[in-house]
């Protein structure tokens, strides 16, 4: 069982909704990641948070806000997404911070499905 | 520019029979190379990550080898279960970056 724990699993929302997704470790890292997933894509970076404070955002559009209360809490924040936006997000956990290559085994959640009608 | 290329795209093997994955990469400097394992809509889980200095590391059934010259990674399985159909994905870190390849699909069937 993975010990990055995501909720949502799946959510369906609309374009004018707004909505969050949650991630959520208790293994002390440092680091934590958003990626998102198309089909038979491999994930692709949104923002890497290094010691609660972000250090990459991969050029992703204002629509999608990312969180990090404390070191074991991300959230995304999602707001007039479009249908585009429908995938797998993935989170992701780190035991050291920093740069994205020095940064130790990734430890994934399960994802969440999201759906942009 | 980094890149990292993984093949066959996808394959079929027969339950019980070993297979191949290949990583070729130009991602430089090195700093570790990670296979993962994705089960259809869940989250990829790592079977093994290497550094510039090892050849060779198992994880049970899974055996992945490593040839930093020729900037070449493969993962072996050996005696393969239906359990075994997932996405296979090749993760080659720099200092400063990570780069994923697009995968390959393995169909494992009875």
């Known amino acids: 069982d993975t010990e990055v724990t995501q909720t949502p699993k799946h959510l369906v929302m609309g374009m004018t909704n707004k909505k969050s997704l949650k991630c959520e470790q208790h293994?002390?890292?440092?680091?934590m990641y958003w990626y998102k997933q198309k089909a038979k894509k491999p994930p692709e970076l949104m923002f890497v948070y290094s010691y609660e404070k972000l250090s990459i955002n991969e050029s992703v559009p204002s629509r999608f806000s990312p969180e990090c209360p404390n070191s074991s809490l991300l959230n995304l924040h999602l707001h007039a997404l479009q249908p585009e936006d429908s995938a797998l997000y993935l989170c992701?956990?780190?035991?050291?911070?920093?740069?994205?290559?020095?940064?130790?085994?990734?430890?994934f959640g399960e994802g969440s499905r999201l759906t942009v009608l | 520019k980094n890149q990292v290329e993984q093949s066959p795209q996808s394959l079929i093997i027969l339950e019980g029979k070993n297979c191949t994955l290949q990583c070729n990469y130009t991602v430089s400097p090195f700093s570790n190379l990670r296979w993962y394992k994705q089960d259809t809509g869940r989250g990829p889980v790592s079977l093994t990550i290497?550094?510039?200095?090892?050849n060779t590391k198992s994880n049970g059934r899974y055996t992945a080898t490593l040839d930093a010259d020729t900037k070449q990674s493969s993962l072996h399985i050996t005696a393969s279960q239906l359990s075994d159909s997932a996405s296979y994905i090749c993760v080659v870190s720099s200092p400063l970056d990570m780069r994923f390849g697009a995968g390959t699909r393995l169909t494992v069937k009875p």
């Open positions: 293994m002390g890292h440092r680091a």
């Open positions: 290497m550094t510039f200095s090892e």
């Open positions: 992701a956990s780190s035991h050291r911070g920093g740069l994205a290559g020095d940064t130790g085994e990734l430890f």
